[in-house]
C-alpha cells in the first residue's frame, strides 16, 4: 500500500507517539515526519535517532502536517487542540490516540467541520504488530480516512469501526495485551514449576502464544476448531482443557474485556 506525500506530524514524543513515529519514519520519507513534544530533548532525540524533524512548537508542527497525531494524556487534549485550533486547514485531519475522549468533545474545541480520526491502538505498536481501531467523524471523506489507516499499517494491523465500539475495543485490544502478558507468565510459571528453566520457560510460552495467534489469523478458521485439531481424544491436551473449562476461564477473560470496557466508558464521562 503506498502512502501519499503528506506531511505527517505527532504532539507527543512518548512511548505510543515515539513507537509510531519510529514505524513511519522507517517506512516513508522521513522528511515528511514532524514531531513536537514539551520535552524537547525528548523530540529531539528521537529526531536524531530516526530522521525525523523535531519543530519547536505544536502550533509550527500544525502549520507543517497534513495529518495530526495527537499523542498526549487525556488530561491534556483539550489544551493542544486549543492551542492549534488556529493553524487547522480544512484539509488538516486530526488524529486522537487519547483514550476517552470523543469526536463530540474533540469538535466542541476545533469546530464541527474539522476532520478528526479517533485510533485506540495498542502496546505491540512498539514492534511492529499493533492493533489500532480507527472511528472517524462525519468530515472525513475516504480518501483521508484511508490515508489515516495507512500510518496506522505501518504499526501493525488497522480496523475501521464506528466510534459507539470504541468502549469495547478498549476493553479487548487495548487492554488485552496485558492479559495475554498475564496468561504468557501463567504458562512459564507451569514449567518452572514443573522443572523448566524460568529464561527457557518464557520463550516456551511466548512463542506458543505468538504461534497460535499468527495460526488463528493466516488459517481464517475458528478458534474452536483449531482447538479441536489438537485437542486429541484421551491425550493431554484435553486433560489441561478440562481444567480450564472447570475454573471458568473463558467467562473470566469475558468478565475481564467487559469490566475494561465499563471502566473507560465510565472514564469517558468525566
Known amino acids: 500500500m503506498t502512502m501519499k506525500r503528506k506531511t505527517i506530524g505527532c504532539i507527543g514524543a512518548g512511548n505510543m507517539g515515539g513507537a509510531i513515529l519510529s514505524r513511519l519514519a522507517a517506512n516513508i520519507d522521513p522528511s515528511l515526519v514532524f514531531v513536537y513534544d514539551v520535552d524537547a530533548g525528548r523530540a529531539d532525540s528521537l529526531a536524531r535517532a530516526t530522521g525525523i524533524t523535531a519543530v519547536s512548537s505544536a502550533e509550527e508542527l500544525a502549520r507543517?502536517?497534513?495529518?495530526i497525531i495527537i499523542a498526549v494524556k487525556p488530561d491534556a487534549v483539550a489544551a493542544v487542540l486549543s492551542s492549534i485550533k488556529g493553524k487547522i486547514t480544512p484539509e488538516s485531519i486530526i488524529v486522537s490516540i487519547a483514550a476517552g475522549i470523543s469526536l463530540a468533545a474533540m469538535e466542541k474545541i476545533i469546530g464541527a467541520s474539522g476532520?478528526?480520526?479517533r485510533v485506540m491502538p495498542n502496546t505491540p505498536v512498539m514492534v511492529g504488530e499493533g492493533m489500532s481501531v480507527l472511528s472517524p467523524n462525519?468530515?472525513?471523506?475516504?480518501?483521508?480516512l484511508l490515508e489515516v489507516e495507512q500510518?496506522?499499517?505501518?504499526?501493525?494491523r488497522a480496523m475501521v469501526l464506528p466510534e459507539k465500539l470504541m468502549d469495547a475495543v478498549t476493553g479487548l485490544s487495548g487492554s488485552g495485551p496485558a492479559y495475554v502478558f498475564t496468561f504468557i507468565q501463567a504458562l512459564a510459571d507451569g514449567g518452572v514449576k514443573l522443572g523448566i528453566p524460568r529464561d527457557k520457560a518464557?520463550?516456551?510460552a511466548a512463542q506458543t502464544v505468538l504461534g497460535a495467534a499468527r495460526y488463528v489469523i493466516e488459517s481464517g478458521e475458528d478458534p474452536m476448531s483449531l482447538?479441536?485439531?489438537?485437542?486429541?481424544?484421551?491425550g493431554t491436551t484435553i486433560e489441561g482443557i478440562h481444567v480450564l473449562e472447570r475454573s471458568g476461564f473463558a467467562g473470566?477473560?469475558?468478565d475481564a474485556v467487559e469490566r475494561a470496557a465499563q471502566k473507560s466508558q465510565?472514564?469517558?464521562e468525566k
Not at 462525519?138 to 483521508?144: C, F, I, Q, T, W
Not at 500510518?151 to 501493525?156: A, E, I, K, L
Request: charged share 20%; glycine share 16%.
Open 227 to 234: 482447538r479441536g485439531k489438537v485437542t486429541s481424544p484421551g
Open 266 to 268: 465510565r472514564l469517558g
Open 115 to 117: 476532520k478528526i480520526v
Open 252 to 254: 473470566i477473560v469475558m
Open 151 to 156: 500510518v496506522f499499517s505501518r504499526t501493525g
Open 64 to 67: 507543517s502536517s497534513g495529518i
Open 138 to 144: 462525519a468530515n472525513v471523506d475516504g480518501d483521508s
Open 202 to 204: 518464557l520463550i516456551l
